[in-house]
């Protein structure tokens, strides 16, 4: 990629992990997700990608996970953002988020909302209540979710219309079966919001893993480069999880590819200048 070097080029959502069967119980056994994956293993793909660096985002829902991310932060100059876990509807939410907030490269929160079993589960007062200490920090918010959860999210990004949220993974479409409604409307919805950006990862592991080709994400990719625009678009690669259905280079040439039709400025902002304003990363 080319245009203008102060822009830095970011990959806006990975994962590190040392492997613990326990602290990792959602890693299916047996992928090549069944061990380490750490800032030297990405290194090299970054800079073959000619990305400058990465935001870090928890794999497990413990605040020690937010503290061990801040750790390798430390140590890997790469790793610009931290995207870290607290117990938003714990009482002791402002502490855990003040201790956190000191670290300058501590930039996000999210919950693995999918994983809950209510639709309305970012909707509980407790929650609600913990998200609405975020912006006193400064911190951004990631929304993981399955299509399900969207309604939820519509109203959530409303309520708080201050507060920069983030969609994961497009929201986890049925690319398998090429499904487009009502996620495509939905989406649509909530990018209305303008307090909300959308993150361009983890569509391959929605497809076919082992037989999906570039057109199967060409309607998806339509539908929130539409609805999102090119100032709140960021791409992602979901590394290592993505090595489930693919490398991290078939990734980035998927949407390398695709963004082609835009111009030199949208691309910048695309691959790192709206992570950068976004997760506000300072080199």
């Not at 890997?76 to 956190?100: C, Y």
């Not at 079993?117 to 007062?125: A, I, N, S, T, Y």
């Not at 990004?157 to 996620?183: C, G, M, T, Y």
């Not at 949407?255 to 910048?268: F, G, K, P, W």
């Amino acid at each position: 990629m080319t245009g203008d070097p102060h822009v830095m080029k970011i990959d806006s959502h990975q994962h590190f992990w040392s492997y613990d069967a326990q602290q990792y119980s959602w890693i299916p056994k047996g992928t090549p997700l069944h061990r380490d994956w750490l800032p030297k293993d990405l290194e090299p793909l970054l800079a073959k990608a000619g990305l400058d660096g990465c935001v870090a985002v928890q794999a497990r829902q413990t605040v020690g996970e937010s503290h061990w991310l801040l750790s390798l932060a430390d140590q890997a100059p790469m790793i610009k953002g931290v995207v870290g876990w607290v117990d938003l509807q714990s009482e002791t939410v402002e502490q855990q988020l003040a201790e956190l907030a000191d670290h300058p490269r501590f930039v996000g929160v999210l919950h693995v909302v999918q994983d809950e079993p209510e639709v309305d589960f970012m909707l509980r007062p407790n929650f609600l209540r913990g998200l609405g200490k975020l912006i006193q920090f400064s911190l951004t918010y990631d929304i993981l979710i399955y299509p399900k959860q969207l309604p939820a999210a519509i109203t959530l990004a409303r309520r708080f219309p201050e507060q920069p949220f983030v969609l994961d993974h497009i929201a986890k479409p049925f690319i398998k079966n090429a499904v487009l409604s009502p996620w495509r409307e939905q989406i649509s919805e909530l990018a209305r919001s303008s307090n909300v950006c959308c993150k361009v990862c983890g569509m391959i592991t929605e497809a076919h893993h082992t037989m999906w080709k570039s057109a199967d994400f060409k309607p998806y990719l339509d539908v929130f480069f539409e609805a999102f625009g090119e100032d709140q678009l960021m791409y992602g690669s979901d590394w290592p999880v993505c090595l489930l259905a693919g490398s991290y280079e078939r990734i980035f040439e998927l949407v390398d590819d695709y963004t082609r039709q835009l111009t030199d400025s949208a691309r910048e902002n695309f691959f790192g200048g709206n992570a950068t304003r976004f997760y506000r990363i300072r080199g």
